[in-house]
């Protein structure tokens, strides 16, 4: 996977709401109903990370789910996270 640059990931952020470039990464933050819809939607984006075998950094504080997305192997952000990105926008709504 090739690193985009600053230049690249600024304008494929405006595809994305509620995503910014925060650290090296890809960040959001969702807030769910409980903590069982928070953990519900965790689930459901660890079998897509899986099939895509790229993993989120993430915490959960009850129904809080802040997500963190950067390709190690190419030190930045890639296709692979705006990817990513887009399939928990999907999953979460």
Same mark, same amino acid.
């Given at each position: 996977? !090739?690193?985009?640059?600053? &230049?690249?990931?600024? %304008?494929?952020? &405006?595809?994305?709401?509620? *995503?910014?470039? +925060? /650290?090296?990464?890809?960040? &959001?933050?969702? /807030?769910? /109903? #409980?903590?069982? $819809? =928070?953990?519900?939607?965790?689930? @459901? !984006?660890?079998?897509? =990370? $899986? @099939?895509? #075998?790229?993993?989120? /950094? *993430?915490? #959960? +504080?009850?129904?809080t789910l %802040?997500?963190?997305?950067?390709?190690?192997? =190419?030190?930045? +952000?890639?296709?692979?996270?705006? $990817?990513? &990105? =887009?399939?928990?926008?999907?999953?979460?709504?």
């Amino acid at each position: 996977m !090739i690193k985009y640059t600053q &230049a690249q990931i600024t %304008e494929k952020l &405006a595809q994305f709401e509620g *995503w910014q470039y +925060v /650290e090296g990464g890809l960040f &959001a933050s969702f /807030e769910f /109903e #409980n903590f069982k $819809e =928070a953990f519900s939607a965790m689930t @459901r !984006i660890s079998y897509e =990370a $899986e @099939r895509l #075998n790229h993993h989120p /950094e *993430w915490t #959960n +504080v009850y129904n809080t789910l %802040e997500i963190f997305l950067s390709t190690h192997d =190419a030190d930045g +952000v890639t296709e692979k996270d705006f $990817e990513l &990105a =887009a399939i928990i926008d999907l999953l979460i709504g």
